[in-house]
């Protein structure tokens, strides 16, 4: 039996999917968060945070350890690579070395993707046919020392995020960040986690849960892939393949068989593209990895997101066909391609670790040349998008052949050249790090759909625990209607559970709540600490490609999470330096491509959202219009809120 479901995030209309009981014995995932051990710890210079002794750069805001003596104190904090987020935070090349061995360049240059196709030989370009762990800051480990730390941090920041000292608008931005913890609720730093929660998966050796999403430009082969992977895994039965098999051929599209596994839509399959994200499990040696399997047509780039913002990692599919990579690249005067937009997108959602599936190398005779050029245009394009190249793998597959997905290759092209030492996509897969999970903090879980189902009952929702635990009985206050409800129900991949925390993907039923008030997009959240509801908020934005400047009053689509409303870019604050992390211009009177600024947007409804720095997930935010992403960025400030 196979357990893959679809997510189609909308907030204006809910997806509703129904769903047959089936339960079976309760498990409790991922393992024994334990309590933190007392370590040795060294100062942030910049920031002050107190890190571990074996972090190399801070957790908070990603300064590398020893590195001179900070000269741009405007850094609030960084990820652990460079990535859009650290363009809009600044200091990339100021206050960080680079990482051993490898150079860190200037990234998103405008000239950038025209420079590294030019490495291509002639001929590549007239190939073009027509037709992207380390652990974060929330380690359960040092969950209790983030708590009691947070607010400590804070006070320090409330000095250095001041950008212009002369500026009172920007010293009251400080201000207001330290008062905007939670709207209504507790502060944060008064949460304590019931003991419970961190015993979790203490009495099983459970493998490691990995929130895995597949991206990658239209026709790829993401789903052909995954579908293939599922196959050989027994994940999909011989029984079910025959089926697909059969009913792809009679509508002529036999060569979508094992997409089939994943595409189920009679629209996907009719139009031979995914549309919306399709959920599937497998496990590898050491990990229980949850697949999203995410659109590639650009038209869908806003489920892509909802799909990438619950990733732990990612599959980069690029084709390896003649021309296949050049299109994704967005090469020949493509306006935009989507392994470069998506590569940009996982990482500025937060994505670090990333297997590159060179596919399709069948197309290419199992090239070993084609292969190494592909690395070579890559490699730096990644890096410029802020992946360290020790986090990036690269694979060379096809999913037609089932060459090297779950056994050494076959092929007698492929085989004379790859001696299998970096090994087949599972073991790359299998190498991928789960993150540490944000289990010391309230209860937050971003909601990707509308449940309905006889087990949970009416009211029930999907999506990924952000933060926090929940068990059976406990309260929990679905946002924004604030109506509380009482966990009835918990299911994972169809059985049953008693607990879920951080970092696991549930279905939650509820009881005593209306099951009109579950939106996508919505928050469930521990009933004292809620989160906010923000109607105007600050960012700290990357601007991408844009082919017209963004001036104050920019109409976009904002996506957080799994919510996606259109709002208005109310204020441009200032432009900040991207090397220096200071604003070099108050006010400017527009933006245009791979700037890094400092805005205030308005959605037009309220928006569950917090800031970056308390909660990672729910305070990334993507700017798009017209089909296009403009900006990706991060929540620095609620303004006000409902
Ligand atoms: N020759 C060859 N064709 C492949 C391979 N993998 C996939 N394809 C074909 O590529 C086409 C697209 O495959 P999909 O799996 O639907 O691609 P996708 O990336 O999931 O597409 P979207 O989700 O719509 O972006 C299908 O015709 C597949 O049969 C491969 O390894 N070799």
Known sequence: MTTRRKITPTAAQPQLRVRDSSTSAGFISGSLPGTAPQQPIWACPICTYDNLEEHQSCEMCGVVRDSPAPIHASVPFKFDGPSPDDAILGAVQGSKKPVQGEKLLFFLSPSYVTDSLSLLPANSHARAKSKAAAPTSDSPGNQSKLSDKEHGVSE???????????????????????????????????????????????????????????????????????????????????????KNTKEANEMGKGSFAYAWALDEGVEERARGVTITVAVAHFETAKLRVVL??????????????????????????????????????????????????????????????????????????????????????????????????????????????????????????FRAWYTGKDGTLLDALNRLEPPERDIAKPFRLAVAEVVRSRSLGSAAAGGKVESG?????????????????????????????????????????????????????????????????????????????????????????????????????????????????????RSPRCLTSNQSALVEVAP???LCVQEYIKFRGLGRVVLRSEGRTLAVGIITRIISYQ
């Open 156 to 242: 320090k920041l409330k000095k250095s995020l001041v950008l212009d000292g002369d500026s009172e608008d920007v010293k009251e931005s400080s201000k207001q960040r330290l008062q905007s913890t939670s709207n209504k609720g507790l502060p944060l730093e008064s949460y304590k986690p019931e003991p419970w929660m961190m015993h979790l998966g203490s009495k099983t050796a459970e493998k490691s849960l990995l929130n895995l999403v597949v991206v990658g430009h239209v026709d790829a082969g993401k789903s052909t892939l995954m579908g293939r992977i599922l196959y050989s895994l027994g994940r999909v039965s011989h029984k079910e393949m025959h």
């Open 292 to 413: 999203l399997d995410a659109p590639g047509h650009k038209d869908f780039v806003p489920n892509m997101i909802s799909g990438a913002s619950q990733a732990d990692a990612a599959v980069l599919v690029v084709d390896a066909a003649e021309g296949g990579f050049e299109a994704g690249m967005g090469a020949e005067g493509r306006e935009s391609g989507q392994t470069r937009e998506h590569a940009q997108l996982v990482r500025s959602l937060g994505v670090s670790q990333l297997v590159v599936a060179v596919n399709k190398m069948d197309e290419v005779q199992y090239s070993q040349e084609r292969f190494e050029e592909i690395k070579r245009i890559l490699t730096p394009f990644l890096r410029h998008c802020g992946f360290r190249d020790s986090s990036v793998s690269y694979v060379p597959v096809s999913a037609i052949a089932g060459e090297n997905l779950v056994s050494t290759p076959s092929d007698e092209l």
């Open 469 to 585: 635990a929940i068990k059976i009985g406990s309260k929990v206050m679905v946002m924004p209607s604030r109506e509380v409800g009482v966990v009835k129900s918990l299911e994972q991949d169809g059985k049953a559970l008693q607990a879920a925390r951080a970092g696991d993907g549930v279905d939650i039923g509820l009881q005593g709540v209306d099951a009109g008030v579950i939106v996508p997009g919505g928050v469930l959240c521990h009933p004292d600490y809620p989160v906010p509801i923000a109607t105007r908020f600050e960012l700290r934005i990357l601007t991408l490609k844009l082919a017209f400047p963004m001036l104050p009053g920019a109409q976009v689509v904002v996506h957080a999470h799994h919510a996606k409303e259109p709002g208005t870019v109310t204020n441009l604050t200032a432009l900040i330096d991207a090397k220096t992390g200071q604003a070099v211009k």
């Open 604 to 606: 037009e409804r309220g």
